[in-house]
């Protein structure tokens, strides 16, 4: 049996197509996935995030067991900031990237779908003493409002100012004629536009969901949202990061902080300077490259496809593989697709990147 978000009925009514997702059913579509994505990148577009996981970390030891748990300093992170960071296993792979957040007596951090019960099941078995870990994703509803409108759509909808906050910052908020237990914006996202992120008690979901629609935010679905996230280069679990890669291999060897213990450090930082493979950016000819389909040199198979798919933006076949690190990338490489060999153009990462003002 999928799970369902607080907000799925809403999607049905407003003829949304569904995917399985994590273990959820989840809109993948209302009208195009090109349609929504260029809403995004050219306007604002609303996601329902409430299948991501969202823990509530508290109590004196919190910062020091953040430390421990993530590969970032969690204890010297100001006051309403945000940060991106990983969860290691004890091999160093990567059990899932998140996001904490710093308020003024706790510390939030919000998972992956797809790994929240795994994720939670992690952290108690490694907490300390003084530690209190809840698990509130049942309680509140999470929706990403993205792109160059956002500001100006939810500055409609909120108490207070929201336009000066920085990019990874967050703060408690209210909203005009609600009453919410919990009520929280980020200045954060997926899609590489501006944007915001909102987790709201149940009871004032549908109504914000409702007045952000309302106000022009174009209701999107996770086909867009892989889209989106591939143009800007971030990685999805399961595909760029897993407990089979690691950080260093994945080309996130700048989020670590070696300045401290966490778990999986001994193990990563034997390789820190040695990687075995690189995480490249491609545009491929003729065909377009899915997941797990192999990269080859000279016959010789070097890597595989992470992530690939038609770019809306550059009307382009795109993708990103994990390749050996050696691999000289004004080569003349290929990808298995179909069992056709296509040829790529390794380029920069992220194919997108917004402008900023």
């Known amino acids: 049996m999928l799970k369902e978000t607080f907000l799925h009925s809403m999607h049905q009514k407003a003829g949304a197509k569904f995917t399985e997702f994590g273990g959820w059913d989840m809109p993948v579509q209302y009208t195009s996935i090109i349609e929504e994505h260029n809403a995004v990148r050219n306007s604002v577009g609303i996601f329902d995030t409430s299948h991501m996981g969202t823990f509530i970390i508290s109590g004196e030891n919190a910062g020091k067991f953040l430390d421990y748990v993530t590969i970032s300093d969690m204890s ?3 006051l309403y900031k945000a940060r991106y960071s990983m969860l290691l ?5 990567i059990k899932d990237d998140i996001i904490v957040y710093k308020f003024e007596n706790y510390y939030m951090m919000v998972v992956n779908a797809g790994n929240l019960d795994k994720d939670f099941a992690w952290l108690n078995e490694n907490k300390l003493d003084n530690v209190d870990i809840k698990n509130i ?7 990403a409002v993205q792109g160059p409108k956002a500001v100006e759509i939810v500055s409609q909808i909120v108490d207070g100012e929201i336009a000066s906050m920085k990019y990874f910052t967050a703060k408690d908020i209210s909203f005009k004629g609600q009453s919410a237990n919990f009520s929280k914006i980020a200045r954060t996202g997926y899609t590489g536009e501006d944007g915001f992120e909102i ?15 309302e106000l022009g935010a174009k209701p999107c679905g996770l086909g867009c949202r892989d889209t989106l996230r ?3 280069c971030m990685p999805l679990h399961g595909h760029e990061i897993s407990e089979e890669i690691n950080p260093i291999d994945a080309g996130f060897i700048k989020t670590v902080f070696w ?15 040695t990687p075995s493979k690189k995480l490249v950016a491609f545009i491929c000819q003729n065909g377009i490259a899915r997941a797990h389909d192999e990269v080859y040199l000279n016959d010789k198979k070097i890597g595989y496809v992470t992530s690939g798919s038609f770019s809306p933006t550059f009307k382009k076949a795109i993708g990103m593989a994990l390749i050996d690190v050696s691999t000289d990338e004004s080569l003349p490489i290929q990808i298995k697709v179909h069992n056709n060999l296509r040829n790529i153009t390794i380029v920069p990462k992220p194919f997108y990147k917004r402008a900023k003002k």
Request: with cysteine.
């Open 76 to 78: 010297n992170l100001p």
């Open 89 to 93: 296993n004890k091999q160093g792979g």
């Open 137 to 143: 994703s049942k309680e509140i509803s999470m929706m």
């Open 230 to 232: 591939l143009e800007a």
């Open 199 to 213: 987790l709201i008690s149940n009871n004032c979901a549908e109504y914000i969901w409702s007045k952000l629609v």
């Open 259 to 273: 300045n401290k213990d966490f778990i999986g450090k001994s193990e990563i930082e034997k390789i820190k300077d």
